[in-house]
């Protein structure tokens, strides 16, 4: 399951070319992927963008959340997880899908 999301999360970012991937999963293992979004009118990381359509598709907490990237992860997107599931782990892995880091509460 938690390789799944790291599937899933490269192929969100590949799929548009996007800087960045993310997916995360919910209390039920429903999977939610995202890329970033950078609109000159909007901006959004992959994992916010994941974390708001679990929440908007009725989601009541987060297991887990993995995202893609060159960079790692920014506080506020942990931020946005812990907000939705303060017990989810977090995994970063690189864009060749190497995980990079495990981050747990």
């Known amino acids: 399951e938690d390789l799944k999301i790291i ?14 991937g993310a997916a995360v ?5 429903r999977t939610y992927a995202a890329a970033a979004v950078a609109l000159p009118s909007l901006r959004l990381s992959a994992l916010h963008l994941a974390v708001a359509m679990a929440v908007s598709s009725g989601a009541s907490s987060l297991e887990a959340a993995a995202l893609v990237n060159d960079d ?34």
């Open 72 to 105: 790692g992860p920014d506080p506020a997107d942990l931020a946005a997880v812990r907000d939705a599931g303060p017990d989810a782990v977090v995994f970063f892995a690189a864009p060749d899908g190497t995980l990079k880091a495990t981050l747990r509460p």
């Open 25 to 29: 999963r919910d209390e039920t293992g």
């Open 7 to 20: 599937t899933l999360a490269r192929a969100a970012r590949a799929r548009v070319m996007a800087s960045e």
